[in-house]
């Protein structure tokens, strides 16, 4: 049997991935997070139990599962402070789930790696593979064949046409397209509503239609 799950942050995402996980069935017994103004609130209708350490001290990693409610802030990738703190848990045991919508579609000819998320209405096609740890957010396409790396997060709406890549730690911004065949390095920031037409080495943050690196015209 599934073992109940605890949130890790209480934020926008969390209610989200929360959401996600009651409507697949799962048993949540709450969130944690460090701002002590939030502690013994209510968050969607489950508690704020407390910080981390203070609420995984009082369970056992094989009585609990955990579920990475951060969404992509403070930097990307492995940097970023969603990979950091799963990490770190992990290191002392704890398992984080993968959270799979039932309104998401998953071919059955597609490969997820560990404690990656896929939300409402999100699709992934036949030939695609998603990463460790990474998001493909509310409504996002994951077309045929395209290959996401660890740590991304395809926010909501975006769509990855047939055959592309999307190195680690990379964001694609809300609704911004890559066109088929297009691959981008490791820690992109893609730009809502940017369509790439061309390659990124990485590294960089692409906007516009068609994109080009921030800050040139
Ligand atoms: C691209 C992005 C990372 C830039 O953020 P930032 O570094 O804080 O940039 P700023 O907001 O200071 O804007 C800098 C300039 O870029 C422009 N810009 C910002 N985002 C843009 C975008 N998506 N497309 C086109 N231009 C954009 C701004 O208008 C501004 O132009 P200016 O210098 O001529 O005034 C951010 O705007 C973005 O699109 N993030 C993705 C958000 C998202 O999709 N979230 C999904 C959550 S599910």
Do not use: Y
Not at 19 to 38: I, N, Q, R, S, Y
Not at 103 to 122: D, F, P, T, Y
Not at 183 to 205: F, P, Y
């Amino acid at each position: 049997m599934s073992l109940p799950i605890i949130v890790v942050g209480a934020g926008g995402h969390a209610a989200v991935v929360v959401d996600a996980l009651l409507e697949a069935g799962a048993k949540v017994l709450g969130f944690t997070d460090p701002d002590l103004h939030l502690h013994g609130t209510q968050r969607i209708g489950l508690p704020v139990l407390g910080s981390d350490d203070e609420v995984l001290g009082q369970f056992a990693p094989d009585r609990v599962s955990l579920a990475n409610g951060l969404g992509f802030v403070n930097g990307s990738g492995q940097r970023s402070l969603r990979a950091v703190v799963q990490l770190r848990l992990e290191a002392r045991g704890w398992q984080f789930v993968s959270v799979i919508h039932p309104l998401a579609h998953v071919s059955s000819r597609a490969k997820l790696g560990a404690s990656c998320q896929i939300l409402a209405g999100a699709h992934v096609q036949a030939g695609a593979s998603v990463g460790t740890g990474t998001i493909v957010n509310t409504g996002a396409i994951v077309e045929h064949d395209s290959i996401v790396g660890h740590w991304c997060h395809l926010a909501t709406r975006s769509t990855l046409c047939g055959h592309c890549r999307v190195g680690d730690g990379s964001l694609v911004g809300a609704g911004a397209v890559l066109r088929q065949g297009v691959a981008i390095g490791k820690n992109t920031v893609v730009g809502a509503g940017a369509v790439l037409v061309r390659d990124s080495a990485g590294e960089e943050t692409l906007c516009g239609v068609p994109a080009r690196p921030l800050g040139t015209k």
